[in-house]
């Protein structure tokens, strides 16, 4: 029996306190399991913006996606991660990549480095985590006995890294390109990804969860009109191959809930998380793919 399907989104709006409760209690509402944020310069604090989300809501879980593993230390990071766990109950679930955009390490004063040297301060910055915070002495103590880690990964060494740690595994169907942007996968190459995690992930003793990145949502009865607009942004994809992509939900109800449905046994994906401009639209299909 595949997993029961779960749903994040992730907010990615500085606002107010009081807008930012009543836009995590809207996300509750409407039937998200997890409330996310990310880590780039200009968007909200994750920490603080996951204990406030945690305080509005009762159901929802919280969770960082992603941490920019190149902002973080080790130590300061276990901190932060078990007190943000005890002030939202042990709600939180860990999300941690390598960053993709050098101008925000520019900004910050922090040293971008190869992909080599991110992928191994990303894997250093994991082993240290899991001794820190598994040590009974350290203080503060975490709500959970284990955090849950979700890791975002596409090149060979990340999914290395994440099939020996994660107990997500979270799939863009991007990779980074120039300047710090990300180039969407063809479905054929995200196919390829999935099976190369897998292939490294075959001694784990339990599966992990297999998330996707929604980065569209739009409902339409032309399919092709709905995506044309998009075209100029992905020039290298055709439109027939931006319809196939496993992140662009174009079309009816019924044909957004049949292709999740077709990716789930395809892929694996059961966890689908969507940016905060999608989660009025997705909602729709959370309550349509309940209990499938």
Not at 1 to 15: E, H, Y
Not at 212 to 225: C, N
Not at 280 to 288: K, M, Q
Request: charged share 25%; with cysteine.
């Amino acid at each position: 029996m595949p997993r029961p399907f779960r749903f994040g989104v992730n907010l990615l709006n500085p606002t107010s306190a009081e807008e930012w409760r009543a836009k995590c209690r809207r996300a509750e509402r409407l039937g998200y399991d997890v409330i996310l944020v990310p880590d780039h310069l200009g968007m909200p604090a994750p920490f603080p913006a996951l204990v406030a989300a945690a305080e509005a809501t009762e159901r929802p879980r919280v969770g960082t996606f992603v941490l920019n593993a190149g902002f973080w230390n080790p130590a300061l990071l276990a901190r932060e991660v078990a007190t943000t766990d005890a002030l939202t109950d042990g709600r939180l679930e860990l999300g941690l990549g390598t960053g993709y955009v050098p101008a925000e390490h520019e900004r910050a004063g922090l040293p971008w480095g190869s992909p080599r040297e991110r992928v191994d301060h990303l894997a250093r910055t994991i082993a240290e985590l899991r001794r820190l915070l598994d040590s009974e002495e350290h203080q503060p103590r975490s709500a959970q006995r284990t955090v849950p880690l979700l890791v975002g990964a596409n090149g060979d060494r990340m999914l290395r890294v994440t099939a020996e740690h994660a107990d997500i595994a979270a799939f863009t169907g991007a990779r980074p390109g120039a300047g710090g942007t990300l180039e969407a996968l063809t479905a054929e190459e995200l196919d390829e990804r999935v099976g190369r995690y897998h292939e490294f992930a075959a001694g784990r003793e339990e599966p992990a969860e297999l998330n996707l990145l929604i980065q569209i949502v739009e409902f339409a009865e032309d399919r092709g009109a709905a995506v044309r607009p998009w075209l100029g942004h992905i020039p290298h994809l055709s439109e027939e191959q931006v319809l196939r992509l496993p992140l662009v939900l174009v079309g009816t109800l019924d044909e957004i809930v049949e292709q999740v449905l077709a990716q789930r046994k395809r892929y694996g994906f059961t966890y689908l998380t969507v940016l905060e401009p999608n989660m009025e639209a997705f909602a729709r299909v959370i309550e349509a793919l309940r209990g499938r």
